[in-house]
């Protein structure tokens, strides 16, 4: 059974930088695409970033810049680096990786005071 368990999160302060990590079960090696996305109180959830099992990342454009994804296939672990965050950055974050079907961690909150 795929499992997948963010960590990470917390409150930071405006143009500060947070890692968030997804531990996931397996090998992530045969995950053909895995990513983030987020959910802010009221809003639908949003692409934040994906990275497809050649190494190509696609980002929202909100985050381009400021934002990194990256796998480490030895760990089975996804990462998000966040730098220069913003208010409007809040949000809960959900790990995700793409099979026949979607698969989601548990989320994980990130909060940013100005």
């Known amino acids: 059974q795929v499992q997948l368990v963010e960590s990470g999160g917390g409150l930071v302060q405006a143009g500060g930088s947070l890692i968030l990590s997804c531990a996931v079960s397996?090998?992530?090696?045969?995950?053909?695409?895995l990513g983030w996305y987020r959910q802010a109180p009221g809003k639908q959830r949003e692409l934040v970033a994906a990275i497809d099992i050649g190494g190509s990342r696609n980002y929202a454009e909100s985050v381009k810049g400021r934002f990194t994804i990256s796998r480490d296939n030895a760990k089975n672990t996804l990462y998000l680096q966040m730098s220069s965050l913003k208010p409007e950055d809040t949000a809960v974050y959900y790990c995700y990786l793409q099979l026949v079907y979607k698969y989601w961690g548990q989320g994980t909150q990130v909060t940013v005071s100005s």
């Open positions: 397996g090998s992530i090696l045969s995950y053909n695409e």
